[in-house]
């Protein structure tokens, strides 16, 4: 639990402050108190259940979504307070396609703000650095602090959203260079895939909270400070754009990838029947002169022999050419597609 | 049928009543009464119709909409009571991509719930022991009651949608380890998106009747109790979104399922035509040589048998290497992928 | 022309009454009168047009409207009566996977309901069979009478729904026993995905009159009335629900119906693959020692002929244990999924 | 330019005026006219665009967008007149599944309609008729004339669409009847499927004209003609309709014609296989008895030939059962499919 | 940074002031004056930052808004001025199948317009050079003026449109046409694709700031200038319109290639079973004649191996034959659509 603490014209946010010191803080309106709480072990979790019922009293329903994760982003509006539930999401480190959302709870009041997480927020740290560094954000209200607070979070998206453009080229690029039918490509669509709905659908739902938040819906967020939540539900909608812009490009990959792979079968078949119908003919001329019957006058002619020989590479030179014609062979693309 | 009564104040609620003590328990204002009925044989059928029409004066067509099953799940208002119907689905036990609907109806007025059911609900037996061991809930009236009923069953949602999810990930397995094109997998994806699509829909449904009972439509639920229904309803949304998710997954099965039968198509015609290209043109020498033309200068030849022999083993070198460099042969995906 | 009269109080519904009575009998508000027009013939055209339009001075255009078919389902307000217009379902004889639509066009007045259909209506007859054995229903009023029409009119779409039920199951069932790709059952599905189209598309039209009858759009339905139309209402919902679930559930099919003839494609495929891949280098063999070189040593050996014999049978075992082992051939699922 | 005017009582309308007699004709708002404006030629454009923008007065924007063409329907209320714009449609001559769409543009006042295109209109030609013989829709006023107008045009998309139904069901029978992969069929499906996307555009916007007209939103149109523009609404909607059902058909025509496709190749592997599977064997058989080796008891025996013979009979009969009871021939759907 | 003023009732604009000037020139409200802000390097940016937020005063934030690009179309209304961003677009150069979007930020005053882009904007010079030649515009004020430029900026997205009409209609030729299955034309394709979306997606966005300006929300827009905005609106949403056709065309696209290719391999296949059919049995018997048994009759009879031959010729007559009343060879349409 870190308490920062404000007053009102000072030149500094305080620190160091326990849970005992907030009823004292937030008694004096004109003090803006940020208390963030990191909930990672048992004993922090009950500490903090205990000060969010007791000294901030809060709906106990909200307290209970506030310590269980797995909520969906929402906002909701109390007398003196409003709950409100946003996902910050982090690149998977082993798999550049695919990200984890992290969840942050939070409460806004007239000279307070409150944030609650699992799991330590790199958005949440830059904002600390930042009102350590300076008292802007701070003497603009708590309203002006949560503001900074959600516009870091939603800046983090971005990063996220460039691993997707980048896998998707790569995998565009993987898919149209084919070698043998690959399983593995499919595997790495189909999760991308997963991922960008995923994305597309977090993103939906934090939409409609900013989109709430920043269209006057509640008398926590002062007029003036409405056009700073109306920034960052732009770059929110930018960022839904980008992943609904994504899900297409990756819905295409799997209509590529089927084509690809259509073509390569046409490809080969048409290689195969190239070959058969070169060998087959010859072959049989072939076993025409095997047959042994006693009355086969070519058989004892002088040049028969390579007459048949010669014979042989005119049927396979006109197929060729016929298959030429026909524009199964050579004709430049052909080359290009299989190697 | 099962009565439960709770007396303004007392300690612990009091249990078998029959249906004629009913009058004289809704007279009094201040007690709180739960109905549960069981309709589960004729006369049981009958019995619950005679009070829910006699006792209730509940309108007969919603009397008629409980007795009967396969309705929609719904809530409507009534000047002195409000019903509702909603469905809570249990797993089926042959098959764990599947489930079943069970309907329960009800009833809110001031002073009482009443459900209906035709078979056993476990949600119900739940509520049932909690408030056998506790009067808390009953403390807070009879919207309240209702409240955990419905919330204890949108939570037995979550473990069918937890098989979903092992389901769609053991299919998918399968799927890539696909061997020989068996149409079991295909029917047991075809099951799959069925059962998701009928839980999107039920909870389509059942998510418009809590948002109107959780947005202060109905006046039987007092103000101060709507976060508890609004927290159900967030629950049941999540259960909605997850569901809408998986449907994305199971369709994408079929693709992927396509995608790998292609491939597999294409790595075996890519065998065959190997296999046909080395062949062919070595029978073909075999046979050239198998012609009896009297004269064939290299028959007599000493070691003509043998340059032919090594002839063939170039000529089979060859082709596998101009296939090798095809990309058609070895370079370790081809193992991986047929065996 | 049919004409029931009910007169207020009387004990039964009185018949046998000509277009020469209408004036009277619709003068006096306490009869409750039901004109039922069956306009089969042109003659009988000619009289129900000049009925509406003198007797009853309906807009001249609904009158048009009235008397062709093939309008959309439609209900509009005008400031004496409602006109409107719904369709019937009924099974076509010929295909248990096709239906029929009927106009029902009607009017809603004070103390009458006219209806007009072209061809016989087997939810009109059970309504006639009713009213002649009960005056409950009229006593109720015109509004109630209406309502007996319209709920035996979407009653009557259930068989239709079943018959689509078992349609899918069964082509569904053929799908997966796909004996040689036959075009029939593409027809089939085609003919069914019509079908359910259409309903779903006939149903979603009607819904919306009957969400316009029921939510209290019309002074002409009393207010105690409403919670009947609803129950109709509800009704056609879960016909729509269920049309638009088989919609889902027939475009599934032509999914299926792919993946299976691809997966017996890739049988076959491998099939011949295997079966080239084994005779194609024994024919090789075979072609080696049929060639006529002089010095071919193994000829004159003693055993050469069934050393060579057991090289065939060595090299055809090896093939079959190969594709065994990469899975092409027995193990199980090959026997099931082609015979 | 073609000016019609009704004086109030007269028994005809009168023609042969020409622009300059406008203003005085407009000033008696007994009268009402109608300027029905063709512009082909450069001159004729020039001339209506003055008698636009200086005896009517209109927005010179609107006069802008009338007399370029290219433009969506729409409607748009200024205090004096109504401007609108409708595209009719007729069939294209040279494609039975293509049609054109010409534009219509015109304004309503209080006692004129004006319509200008610049091709011409089969309908306008028949309201022209229409009010030569009779002053019945004269007598109505400007609103019901324009009606009259609308009317026609919505009637004559009609004929298309009957042409669109007779296409599909041509398409279909010939996708089913396919002989060798045509790619004309795809090409007029293609066709098809863009015509039929386009009507449901232009359809879809004239729909909103037509809903804005006929629900009293413009002063313009006396309520007591709003029933005759809901009734070209009503039709245009079910034209709206149908082509959303052809949109259905024809997206389905690709899945049929795939599915058929992939039929045909199966039957055709089925047929190669068969075929090679008979073959191989027998060939490999003879191949046995060619070669040359010096010791091969059987080639002495006495009829060794025969008995070889036989074997062949024996193989290919043995072969021909197992595909017959693998399903893979005969069974009678082969000769249907494809012949 | 050009500045460009228009005094009332002058003749003529006036040009070359300096960003000192405008306090000035803005004070007098009769005074129309534009500023074009172009910011291509540093410095001008900077300079342009201090106008906006010194001599304009406008909000920071969206003086952030502006310098920045990637933001999307949006409008915003603030007490004194209007924020919009608007997308250009204009075609690649290297390819013609993709476009690039140009940002332009402005503000809208009740005497000023500001404009801001990063880039030449061509629609803006053709602005500029209309002002100059003609004091119209400017007349009309400065919701006029803004009028101008979005009207300028939405004409030009239109050759955008005509070369994806071009590129459709060359792809789809291209499709048909296929020869070896190409990837090239996939690609293509897939940029194509890509780039419909990105237009139908951008035009979305405009569409609505358009519909929100031209429909009286601001008051900075007089009503009488209303229908000019109105008309904006509506060639967007004509543009709006075709993408959303250009779209479901090259959709289509990967669905014809998908078929065509089918069609092709369907060819193929047919090729190489009707040859193998052929020479598989000719081969047999020519392979049975081989056959060193001494006792075969046939071998000794003087025309037996004319008679062989004849029966040869016979059989491939026969199979030609049966192939031919399949339909699988000649019959017009193979010749079409191979060569």
Redesign the interface.
Known sequence: MEIFVYRNGASAVEENFSAADLPELLADKKNLVWVDLLGETDEQLAEIKSVLLNVFKF?P??VE?TLET???P?V?AFPDYLYFIVHGIKPEETSSANFLTKELDGYLGDNYVVTFHDERFKSIKAVKHQIRTSTFACRRGAAYLLHQILDQIVDLYMPVLDDFDSSITEL?DRV?AL??????I??EI?DL??SV??LK?ISARQLDVLYRISHGEFPQIPENLL??Y??VH?HL??IS?LS??YR??VA?L????????????????????I???I??????M???????????P????????FF??GSMVLVAISLLVYFW????IL?G??K????
Chains 1, 2, 3, 4, 5 share one sequence.
């Open positions: 709906h329903l909200t979504d797995r909520n969906q929402k909701e565009e149209f070698k043998k039918g690959d399983d593995a499919l595997e189909m895939r997963r709905t995923r659908r056009p700073f109306r920034d732009d909608q930018r754009d609904e812009n297409d490009l295409g799997f209509d590529i990838h089927f084509s690809v792979v259509a073509n390569k079968t046409n490809d080969i078949i048409k290689f195969l029947t070959f058969s119908a060998w087959l003919p010859l072959s049989f072939a076993g025409v002169y095997g047959m042994n019957f006693e009355n086969m070519e058989l004892k002619t002088r040049n028969g022999y048949v020989l014609r026909k524009g199964w004709q693309s052909d290009k597609s299989d190697e």
